[in-house]
């Protein structure tokens, strides 16, 4: 698995957890919804600056966000 997929992967997850919708996301950390969408279809990768906006709009760490990519990529090489 590649990461802009894990993180894709990812981000979907959070956002479902968190119960909102890509537009609402797109809202809260000031990008525009088709970049969120584009992150999810995992067709764009995010800065770190973006990885740390959606920690925070998730209320978690963006070490957390990352880790959880990790094992998605690590679990797929097995």
Do not use: W
């Not at 479902?16 to 609402?24: D, H, N, W």
């Not at 919804?33 to 906006?53: A, C, V």
């Amino acid at each position: 698995m590649e990461l802009s997929e894990a993180f894709a992967q990812v981000l979907k997850k959070h956002r479902k957890e968190a119960g909102i919708s890509q537009e609402k996301l797109a809202e809260i950390c000031e990008l525009e919804r088709t970049y969120i969408s584009f992150l999810e279809r995992g067709l764009r990768k995010p800065s770190l600056n973006m990885t740390f906006r959606f920690a925070e709009a998730f209320g978690v760490k963006a070490s957390d966000l990352v880790i959880e990519v990790e094992e998605l990529i690590s679990t797929s090489k097995s």
